[in-house]
């Protein structure tokens, strides 16, 4: 269990708190996601859940951040690490540049760890496989894609086997099939085992169908925390400057004319859609009239 | 103005043919996206306009200039190229001086250039930072600043490479409605991105390149519904695309307005 | 960006990091503290030599030595020869001569530095950079020390990279880089200024990766390579240590002219 108890924030030489009186309580196991406009203090919240913020960044904390029963201001970042992994935007720079292979890459944080070979080499070879990246073990981590980069970077995080992955904005600098990889090696994470996430993206029509909870961020405070579903399509998620799901703004605009069912609710994957849209039977009345229309010369 | 690609390609030094004999003609006041996936051709394709890269075989022309006859700051006076990576650009200590770089390079007046300065920072929303250092910005934030030094020069021909990376969907919609801007004043407007709803919504039309060729060039709406020859360079049609897809329809809408359009029109009775 | 070369006969390759290093610095030391210009090239030609082409290497060794010494050599030779103080000339060139004594200092210092770059080509060549850096982290070289080292290793070609890419954008902003002396100055701060602070960024979010990796966890560290090493190779370091001490306390005590 991860949690921020009414968690202010501000960076050192900052006049404004990046987060103010945030409560967050993320159960074991959990996929959480973070969606708020850029500023809102999704990175910030990364940082705190994972324990650079304060050792890393200093500045000006109060409240508390608990990681299971561990109050992350008593104790150093390097007891923190192991139970919290953390991965962020640029690929690149997730490659520490010590080590030469991929297998050494995953193998980096374990020897930190003062873990022994044997074992090293068994996780290593375990989550090489999670990741799906066992073919990639002899490459040097610098000459693969941003993609796989970022899945070496998540699987160096997983190696150390923490309870909780924190993953911020990972695919803003990927392009679609990178993207689509990261997206999957957390999926395949969170259908295996009980490991938590915590994910902040901008890419809503994933997260949409696969995350548990959904937390909205505005100016540094929860502003919304409920199911996707229910946030996604919350007539005031445009205050916030998130993009509303275009699935969603379809049906909504259709139901006004009719053409999406009032009664049902409205969609936020392209499945849900679909199958709305199909069984409309104000739509196949709409093909009804203006079919009438046309046969009578109109 | 007009940029006319004929037959071009373009064998890199270590020896990848990166394009392989791309025709395009773009007028003035057009805004076109080219979509593809990495390695395609794209970027390869745009760094001719500005002449970073000299053709192979086959031309390019900027107006009435031959790229291979200009120096690539001579052609800046023409094509404004906004690359990816805003950290790429940075060096000034505040963003009006960062602004103020380009049209200085152009020989410009100071009261011109301050003109400039001040017409592109409100054109990105940055007006009140104009004194900030631009690494006390977000990344988000230097690639308005990125932005704005190329609308300070005022160019014909605009060339954007991935400007919604990394935005929120208010960047994203500020970014939308300056390409809608500079399409009104009758620029060129080209634009490199993955952002396929993005493309969709502010670019009539859509090329799509693969293998260093272009595989389709058109109005978006009849582009972005060929999904089996998107499949080939990786790309996925936009979300409304996909669903008025699979609603029986054949067109592309490219917006919520267009959406409802099609599924009226066309999705077959149920 | 790495100078080790693989696939080659692999004998050299394959001893332990240590050991090669101990070669190094013996070579290095008999060839400093013997005297004369003979004694240099008896050590190249004892030592390096022999195991450069035992090694299978001998072919890259010399060529990488003659482009690193070849320059310094020859503008070596011309100073020293024509303004040694107070020197006998043995070559005139109309008013300009050259002198005895500076050819002989030349000689002396061109040569001990064509030694010193050999048995560090012999080490750099053969060993990979990874496995040299852990065995000296394993006998008490700061593990942030190597980690800066290596890295830089791996990290220069994309500082390349960026620099490329900083050319093409400030070039394409109007920046002229061609042509005057003055024009190429106000290049600079366009071109040097992203890159410097571009990095200061990057170096930061490596240090939280590598953070979040535990790199400063004060526990001792294990390695997932294990870097061979054999009983022969442990004597033959123990019996390398005698020769050099030797040679020091000779020339100290005045015993070597």
């Known amino acids: 269990m991860i949690a921020l108890d009414a968690v202010t924030y501000t960076y050192p030489a900052t006049a404004q708190p990046a987060l103010r009186e945030v409560s967050l309580s993320i159960p074991d196991g959990q996929f959480c996601a973070v969606i708020g406009a850029n500023g809102a203090g999704k990175s910030t919240l990364c940082y705190a859940l994972s324990g650079f913020i304060p050792h890393f960044f200093r ?80 490459r040097s981590p610098f000459a693969l894609s941003g993609g796989q980069q970022q899945r070496v970077a998540i699987a160096s995080m997983l190696a150390m086997d923490p309870r909780v992955l924190v993953l911020d904005e990972p695919t803003s600098q990927l392009d679609p099939i990178g993207t689509r990889e990261v997206f999957e090696t957390i999926r395949a994470l969170i259908e295996e085992r009980g490991t938590t996430v915590v994910l902040a993206e901008h890419k809503l029509e994933w997260i949409a169908a696969f995350a548990d909870r959904l937390v909205v961020l505005a100016h540094g405070r929860i502003v919304m925390d409920s199911s996707p579903r229910q946030v996604l399509t919350a007539p005031e998620l445009e205050r916030y400057h998130i993009g509303v799901p275009r699935y969603v703004q379809a049906a909504r605009a259709a139901r006004e004319i009719g053409l999406w069912p009032a009664d049902r609710d409205l969609p936020v994957t392209l499945d849900e859609a679909t199958e709305g849209f199909s069984s409309s039977s104000s739509l196949s009345s709409t093909r009804l009239d203006l079919r009438n229309s046309r046969n009578s010369g109109n | 103005m007009d940029v006319r690609v004929r037959d071009l390609g373009y064998v890199y030094p270590t020896g990848v043919e990166a394009l392989r004999g791309v025709t395009l003609d773009m007028a003035s006041g057009e805004a076109v996206a080219i979509v593809g996936q990495n390695g395609a051709g794209k970027t390869t394709l745009v760094k001719h306009f500005i002449g970073l890269l000299r053709p192979t075989r086959g031309d390019v022309r900027i107006g009435d200039w031959d790229t291979r006859t200009k120096s690539v700051a001579q052609l800046a006076a023409r094509v404004g190229y ?112 993955h952002d396929i709803d993005f493309c969709a919504e502010r670019f009539p039309r859509v090329v799509v390149m693969g293998q260093g060729r272009v595989l389709l060039d058109g109005a978006a709406g009849d582009v972005l519904a060929r999904a089996e020859v998107l499949a080939q360079t990786y790309v996925e049609p936009p979300q409304l695309a996909r669903l008025a897809l699979r609603l029986g329809a054949r067109r592309a809408p490219r917006n919520v307005v267009e959406f409802l359009q099609v599924v009226r029109e066309e999705v077959p009775f149920t | 960006m790495l100078i080790y070369l693989t696939g080659r006969s692999g004998r050299l390759h394959g001893l332990n990091p240590i050991t090669k290093v101990m070669l190094t610095l013996v070579v290095i030391v008999c060839g400093f503290v013997l005297p004369g210009v003979w004694a240099t090239w008896l050590v190249f030609g004892s030592i390096v030599l022999p195991l450069s082409l035992w090694g299978g290497i001998a072919g890259p060794l010399l060529r990488a030595v003659a482009r690193i010494t070849l320059p310094f050599a020859i503008s070596l030779f011309v100073i020293q020869g024509l303004f040694f103080p107070g020197g006998t000339p043995i070559l005139s060139l109309g008013p300009v001569s050259f002198k005895a004594e500076g050819l002989q200092f030349a000689l002396l210092f061109a040569s001990r530095l064509f030694l010193l770059s050999s048995a560090f080509m012999l080490l750099l060549l053969t060993t990979h950079p990874g496995l040299l850096m852990l065995a000296l982290v394993q006998r008490g070289l700061p593990a942030n020390l190597a980690y800066i080292i290596v890295a830089t290793l791996q990290i220069v070609p994309r500082f390349q990279a960026r620099a490329a890419s900083i050319l093409d954008a400030q070039r394409a902003r109007g920046l002229e880089t061609t042509g005057s002396l003055v024009r190429r100055l106000r290049a600079i701060v366009p071109l040097v200024g992203p890159l410097v602070l571009g990095s200061l960024v990057d170096v930061e979010e490596r240090a939280i990766a590598i953070e979040a990796r535990g790199f400063s966890l004060r526990r001792p560290k294990t390695s997932l390579i294990d870097i061979p090493d054999s009983r022969a190779e442990k004597g033959l370091r123990r019996g390398l240590i005698i020769a050099p001490v030797a040679l020091i306390v000779a020339r100290l005590a005045g015993w070597l002219r």
């Open chain 2, 82 to 193: 906004v690359f990816q990576n805003p950290d790429d650009q940075l060096f000034s200590r505040t963003v009006g001086q960062e602004i103020a770089f380009g049209p200085r390079n152009l020989g410009l007046g100071e009261s011109e250039v301050r003109a400039r300065v001040a017409a592109a920072l409100e054109t990105v929303g940055l007006a009140d930072q104009v004194d900030r250092h631009p690494y006390d910005l977000m990344q988000t934030q230097r690639k308005f600043v990125a932005l704005a030094s190329v609308l300070a020069l005022d160019t014909p021909v605009v060339v954007l490479d991935e400007p919604t990376t990394g935005q929120d969907a208010a960047g994203v919609e500020r970014i939308g409605s300056i390409v809608e801007r500079l399409q009104a004043q009758g620029k060129t407007v080209i634009a490199i991105s």
């Open chain 1, 59 to 138: 500045g000006e904390l109060s409240g508390r951040i608990r990681i299971d029963d561990v109050d992350t201001q008593a104790v150093t970042l390097a007891e923190l690490v192991q139970r919290v992994g953390l991965v962020f935007q640029n690929p690149f720079n997730q490659m520490s540049g010590a080590k030469f292979t991929v297998r050494e890459e995953v193998a980096f944080g374990l020897e930190n760890l003062g873990v022994a070979r044997a074992e090293m080499q068994t996780r290593i070879a375990r989550t090489l496989e999670r990741v799906g990246i066992a073919d990639l073990a002899d």
